[in-house]
């Protein structure tokens, strides 16, 4: 992939992003306060006689709703099967839950056990102490080691 086709998909990452979560969340408020107001409000006198401007029913309808939707929030954290699903739909679908991910991971640590594993494999085959069950396994694991680290995945992402 270009460099260039990467920065357009990271552009467009952010401008979703923003517009999601911002942007669309700042009109969406303001719509619905406007229209509550303007049409619900403004048609029923005795509610016109509690808000007979739009300010005052805004900074209530805020003080009400903020604390509402943090609650709202929380349950569905805390409480809701609703987020567990969301993470587990999104670790099901991170590719980087089946490969290694850039840095560290691929250029240090998994290096380190695959020598690590290929050394005890020598130590134990001097010492006569490995069965050709457990070579097969360890030969198993270095090759799992060694796809990782050319940049291969193994195991399959679930998706759907």
């Given at each position: 992939m270009s460099r260039f086709v990467a920065y357009i998909g990271r552009l467009w990452y952010y401008f979703r992003t923003g517009?999601?979560?911002?942007?669309?969340?700042?009109?969406?408020?303001?719509?619905?306060?406007?229209?509550?107001?303007?049409?619900?409000?403004?048609?029923?006198?005795?509610?016109?006689?509690?808000?007979?401007?739009?300010?005052?029913?805004?900074?209530?309808?805020?003080?009400?709703?903020?604390?509402?939707?943090?609650?709202?929030?929380?349950?569905?954290?805390?409480?809701?099967?609703?987020?567990?699903?969301?993470?587990?739909i999104g670790v099901e679908a991170n590719p980087y839950n089946y490969k290694l991910m850039p840095g560290y991971w691929r250029e240090a640590f998994t290096p380190l056990y695959l020598e690590l594993l290929v050394q005890q494999k020598k130590m134990m085959q001097a010492q006569g102490m490995l069965s050709e069950e457990d070579k097969t396994r360890i030969e198993d694991l270095e090759g799992r080691l060694r796809l990782l680290i050319a940049g291969g995945m193994t195991g399959k992402p679930r998706r759907g």
């Open positions: 517009y999601a979560i911002y942007l669309t969340f700042l009109l969406g408020y303001g719509s619905t306060l406007v229209t509550v107001y303007y049409l619900a409000i403004k048609n029923v006198p005795q509610l016109l006689d509690i808000f007979p401007k739009f300010w005052p029913f805004a900074i209530l309808a805020t003080a009400i709703g903020v604390p509402m939707a943090v609650g709202l929030g929380w349950v569905h954290m805390k409480r809701s099967v609703g987020y567990t699903s969301e993470v587990d």
